[in-house]
């Protein structure tokens, strides 16, 4: 026998189902395996049926509950699956191809599936159980799917499903194993029996009930079945024996699978209560039971009282349950609720209108009667009036309480409402300075929207406005909403006065110059200044009120001004040529030497100065000499000194520039020597000296003429007495050797004799 393909892909996509259990998925089928015989019973049994004898031959995997179905195409939300393989190889999307399938290795010889085929053996799911019906019908809705469809059709490889049923029949003799797992002209559903051919494009087998699942998003079976509901008659409190089984055929490939929603009495007792209400204090009223399905004639008891009917009558206002049992003998009984109220007769329509705006009372509220006998009584509290219109309400919670000509009243309360006050929050206060714009705003909130923002002075509606007022101006907003509610505030534009600027500034004078600025603006309380002087750096600007700022250099400088007011407005003035710095004369002298000797002591001057228009050089020692770029002139001092020699230029505006030379007449060293002198006491010429002036330094040596040095002096005015070591020398003649250094820090030597005479 051949074995039917088998695709990797697909097995790939079991082994992800089985590993993520039943994690549902949006718009998918969701299921859960191995639930276990309460569980598996507890979603398939409905109600009238009593469930014993539970047995389950299936592997853990294959068995199992589904939901969620009304999100699939599988027509039933909820229930139990039976699968010949894995539950989660129902799972979608179809992949195609009718290759998915799970072999869980288990066998059975069950003789109900191996008469629809002798060949299904493998991996077997057979669930069965007894019930004892309390009705005379059972409602069985099932899908059958499988991965066979559709290529399968026709062959031997038809995994085998049926619900086999012994027990009673009603009709007369026995169900002895009957398959009801039908389509309704009474044909087994199988894989054969109906489809739409290998293709799925015919011929067409019952295919009316065949769904092409192929590619579905949420069943993974290529072949559904449609829902097919059977209808099983049952003889009321006998003993059924159910058998749900199925099996794949040959081998253990493309799993089968069957959904079972429930198995419920059709004709199960169903009860609807009914009552009529007591009239105003009266016991007339009603309660009635209507019994449907079940097995009639019906069995009724009224608790607290009511008798043994359908309907108790004469009873007071309460709530009386009614027990009801059907004539099968060993069907349960049910119980219905029914509550009598009070019926005075009067019936209220009510209607209200809520308050229009917060805090208004303009609210309404009103009662329309039908029933009861005239005359009405209509009182309010705390207030409305006496008649069934109440008006001018404000919020609040209002009762009214409605008599008639029999005592019986009734109530209605209303609870007027108003809606959150309408608020208007207003941009800030602010400050301009003339011709400029600000922007103003009101954003309305409570109340009932949309809103109408409106304007003072002709502003256009809306929550906000660009404005350019010349005076300081007080605008108004009003909101209105839906219900015409309003509010109002105010927002302030304060437009600031310009300030004045002005100034005055100290008078013009001459290179370097410092001018003093006095500050003459009005309404202003900051300033900025620009010198004009771009050459002083940082210094060419400065917030003082009143500054002050040193031009080195000559020219006309523009100076500007702006003066700001506390709220920021500013003006700006500036004064062309405002700042004037005359050039300065430039007084200059040369000298050819600048020291001289006293023996010529004529110095040799150049006038250098410029731009002078009267000039005097004065030469130190009281002389002076008149006349500006007068070319080279000489002056003769008379004695030695040092002189300074200064000259002022000064121009036309009265500028002055000064410039000083130093002139040195040096003195002139003389240096005068003896050559004899006479060293015996008589105080006439008894010391030898060197006689001279503007000596600055001074060395004296006497040798005799063997070139012993017999005297010696650093001071020219300590002379030389002729003793050597205290002992007069002899009369004889001696050399001398004078080194001396001039004014002029020059040195000289100098060698001669001199003779002691005694």
Same mark, same amino acid.
């Given at each position: 026998?051949?074995?039917?393909p088998?695709?990797?892909?697909?097995?790939?996509?079991?082994?992800?189902l089985?590993?993520?259990?039943?994690?549902p998925?949006s718009?998918?089928?969701?299921?859960?395996?191995?639930v276990?015989?309460?569980?598996?019973?507890?979603a398939?049994?409905g109600?009238?049926?009593t469930?014993?004898?539970v047995?389950?031959?299936c592997d853990?995997?294959a068995?199992?509950t589904f939901?969620?179905?009304?999100?699939?195409n599988?027509g039933?939300?909820n229930?139990?699956?039976?699968t010949?393989?894995?539950?989660y190889?129902s799972?979608?999307?179809?992949?195609?191809?009718?290759s998915l399938t799970?072999?869980?290795?288990t066998s059975?010889?069950d003789?109900?599936?191996?008469?629809?085929?002798?060949?299904?053996?493998?991996d077997?799911?057979?669930l069965?159980?007894d019930?004892?019906?309390t009705?005379?019908?059972l409602t069985?809705?099932?899908?059958f799917?499988s991965e066979?469809?559709?290529v399968?059709v026709?062959?031997?490889f038809n995994d085998?499903f049926?619900?086999?049923?012994?027990g009673?029949n009603?009709?007369?003799?026995?169900y002895t194993?009957?398959?009801i797992?039908?389509?309704?002209?009474?044909?087994?559903v199988?894989?054969?029996?109906v489809?739409?051919g290998t293709s799925n494009?015919?011929?067409?087998?019952?295919?009316?009930?065949?769904i092409d699942?192929?590619n579905g998003?949420?069943?993974?079976y290529?072949g559904?079945?449609?829902v097919?509901t059977?209808?099983?008659a049952?003889t009321p409190?006998q003993?059924y024996?159910?058998k749900i089984?199925?099996?794949?055929?040959?081998?253990?490939?493309?799993?089968s699978?069957v959904?079972?929603?429930?198995?419920?009495c059709?004709?199960s007792?169903q009860?609807?209560?009914?009552a009529?209400p007591a009239s105003?204090?009266m016991?007339d009223?009603?309660?009635s039971?209507?019994?449907s399905?079940?097995?009639?004639?019906?069995?009724y008891q009224?608790?607290?009282? $009511? &008798?043994?009917?359908?309907? #108790?009558t004469?009873?007071c206002p309460g !709530? /009386?349950?009614v027990?009801? %049992? =059907?004539? @099968?003998?060993c069907?349960p009984s049910?119980?219905a609720?029914v509550t009598?109220?009070?019926g005075?007769?009067?019936?209220i329509?009510?209607a209200?209108?809520?308050?229009?705006?917060?805090?208004?009372c303009?609210?309404s509220a009103?009662?329309?009667?039908?029933g009861g006998?005239p005359?009405?009584?209509?009182g309010w509290l705390p207030s $409305? &009036?006496?008649?069934?219109? #109440?008006?001018g309400l404000?919020a609040? !919670? /209002?009762t009214?309480?409605i %008599? =008639?000509? @029999?005592g019986?009243?009734s109530t209605?309360?209303?609870?007027?409402?108003?809606?959150p006050a309408?608020?208007?929050?207003?941009s800030a206060n602010v400050n301009i300075c003339?011709g400029?714009?600000?922007?103003i705003?009101?954003t309305?909130?409570?109340g009932t929207?949309?809103?109408?923002?409106s304007?003072s002075g002709?502003l256009?509606n $809306?929550?906000?406005?660009t404005?350019?007022p010349?005076?300081?101006t007080?605008?108004?907003?009003?909101?209105?909403?839906?219900?015409g509610?309003?509010?109002?505030?105010?927002v302030?534009v304060?437009?600031?006065p310009?300030?004045?600027?002005?100034f005055?500034?100290?008078a013009p004078?001459c290179a370097?110059?410092?001018?003093?600025?006095?500050?003459?603006?009005?309404?202003?309380t900051?300033y900025?200044w620009?010198?004009?002087?771009?050459?002083s750096?940082a210094n060419n600007t400065?917030?003082?009120?009143n500054p002050?700022?040193?031009?080195?250099?000559?020219?006309?400088?523009?100076i500007t001004?702006?003066?700001?007011?506390p709220?920021?407005?500013?003006?700006?003035?500036?004064?062309?040529n405002a700042?004037?710095v005359y050039p300065?004369p430039?007084a200059?002298i040369?000298i050819?030497?600048a020291?001289i000797?006293?023996?010529?002591?004529?110095?040799?001057?150049?006038?250098?100065?410029s731009?002078g228009?009267?000039?005097?050089?004065?030469?130190?020692d009281?002389?002076s000499?008149?006349?500006?770029?007068?070319?080279t002139?000489?002056?003769?001092?008379?004695m030695p000194g040092?002189?300074?020699v200064?000259?002022?230029a000064t121009?036309a505006?009265?500028?002055?520039?000064?410039?000083y030379?130093?002139?040195?007449?040096e003195?002139?060293s003389?240096?005068?020597?003896?050559?004899?002198?006479?060293p015996?006491?008589?105080?006439?010429?008894?010391m030898?000296?060197a006689y001279?002036t503007?000596?600055e330094?001074f060395?004296?040596?006497?040798?005799d003429r063997?070139?012993?040095l017999v005297?010696e002096?650093?001071?020219?005015?300590k002379?030389?007495d002729?003793?050597?070591?205290?002992?007069?020398?002899q009369e004889?003649?001696?050399?001398w050797?004078?080194?001396?250094?001039?004014?002029r820090?020059?040195?000289?030597?100098?060698i001669g004799?001199?003779?002691v005479?005694?």
């Amino acid at each position: 026998m051949s074995h039917k393909p088998k695709t990797g892909l697909k097995k790939l996509v079991m082994l992800f189902l089985i590993a993520f259990g039943s994690l549902p998925v949006s718009a998918q089928l969701q299921v859960q395996s191995n639930v276990g015989l309460t569980n598996l019973m507890t979603a398939l049994i409905g109600g009238g049926l009593t469930v014993s004898n539970v047995t389950l031959n299936c592997d853990t995997g294959a068995y199992g509950t589904f939901g969620n179905g009304n999100s699939t195409n599988l027509g039933m939300n909820n229930g139990i699956l039976l699968t010949s393989g894995s539950v989660y190889n129902s799972l979608g999307p179809d992949i195609g191809g009718g290759s998915l399938t799970a072999c869980p290795g288990t066998s059975a010889n069950d003789p109900e599936l191996m008469s629809i085929d002798p060949l299904a053996t493998n991996d077997p799911c057979i669930l069965e159980f007894d019930i004892v019906p309390t009705c005379n019908q059972l409602t069985l809705r099932f899908v059958f799917g499988s991965e066979e469809y559709p290529v399968f059709v026709g062959s031997s490889f038809n995994d085998a499903f049926g619900f086999f049923v012994s027990g009673p029949n009603p009709l007369g003799g026995n169900y002895t194993n009957v398959n009801i797992a039908t389509i309704p002209n009474g044909t087994p559903v199988s894989i054969n029996t109906v489809n739409n051919g290998t293709s799925n494009t015919g011929p067409c087998t019952n295919c009316a009930f065949y769904i092409d699942n192929t590619n579905g998003p949420t069943i993974q079976y290529n072949g559904l079945t449609t829902v097919l509901t059977v209808n099983l008659a049952l003889t009321p409190c006998q003993t059924y024996h159910f058998k749900i089984a199925i099996a794949d055929a040959g081998d253990c490939s493309l799993d089968s699978g069957v959904f079972v929603d429930y198995l419920s009495c059709s004709t199960s007792l169903q009860l609807t209560p009914a009552a009529v209400p007591a009239s105003c204090n009266m016991c007339d009223g009603v309660a009635s039971v209507t019994a449907s399905g079940g097995t009639p004639p019906y069995n009724y008891q009224w608790l607290p009282s $009511g &008798g043994n009917s359908s309907q #108790a009558t004469n009873l007071c206002p309460g !709530t /009386y349950s009614v027990i009801v %049992s =059907d004539n @099968t003998g060993c069907g349960p009984s049910d119980t219905a609720t029914v509550t009598v109220t009070s019926g005075n007769g009067l019936s209220i329509t009510s209607a209200q209108t809520d308050a229009s705006c917060n805090g208004a009372c303009d609210g309404s509220a009103n009662v329309t009667l039908n029933g009861g006998t005239p005359p009405f009584t209509f009182g309010w509290l705390p207030s $409305g &009036g006496t008649n069934a219109n #109440a008006t001018g309400l404000c919020a609040g !919670t /209002y009762t009214c309480s409605i %008599s =008639d000509g @029999t005592g019986c009243t009734s109530t209605q309360t209303f609870t007027i409402t108003e809606p959150p006050a309408v608020t208007l929050a207003m941009s800030a206060n602010v400050n301009i300075c003339n011709g400029q714009n600000a922007t103003i705003s009101a954003t309305p909130a409570g109340g009932t929207g949309p809103y109408v923002v409106s304007w003072s002075g002709g502003l256009p509606n $809306g929550t906000s406005n660009t404005v350019t007022p010349a005076s300081t101006t007080t605008y108004t907003a009003t909101a209105t909403d839906a219900n015409g509610c309003t509010i109002s505030q105010t927002v302030s534009v304060t437009v600031d006065p310009a300030p004045v600027p002005n100034f005055t500034l100290s008078a013009p004078g001459c290179a370097p110059w410092a001018f003093n600025l006095a500050n003459t603006s009005t309404g202003a309380t900051t300033y900025t200044w620009d010198f004009g002087d771009p050459l002083s750096g940082a210094n060419n600007t400065s917030t003082l009120q009143n500054p002050s700022h040193l031009y080195l250099l000559p020219g006309s400088y523009n100076i500007t001004l702006i003066a700001a007011s506390p709220g920021g407005c500013a003006d700006t003035i500036t004064l062309t040529n405002a700042a004037v710095v005359y050039p300065q004369p430039i007084a200059s002298i040369g000298i050819t030497v600048a020291t001289i000797s006293e023996y010529a002591p004529t110095a040799v001057f150049t006038d250098l100065s410029s731009g002078g228009t009267n000039c005097i050089t004065y030469f130190g020692d009281g002389d002076s000499i008149i006349g500006c770029n007068i070319g080279t002139f000489t002056h003769t001092y008379g004695m030695p000194g040092t002189y300074t020699v200064m000259q002022v230029a000064t121009n036309a505006n009265g500028c002055t520039d000064t410039t000083y030379v130093t002139v040195v007449v040096e003195s002139e060293s003389t240096i005068f020597i003896p050559n004899a002198f006479t060293p015996n006491g008589d105080e006439h010429n008894g010391m030898f000296y060197a006689y001279g002036t503007n000596i600055e330094e001074f060395q004296m040596l006497i040798y005799d003429r063997w070139g012993n040095l017999v005297y010696e002096s650093k001071d020219i005015y300590k002379g030389w007495d002729g003793t050597y070591k205290g002992d007069p020398v002899q009369e004889d003649v001696y050399v001398w050797k004078i080194i001396y250094t001039d004014s002029r820090s020059k040195r000289h030597r100098a060698i001669g004799h001199v003779s002691v005479i005694r």
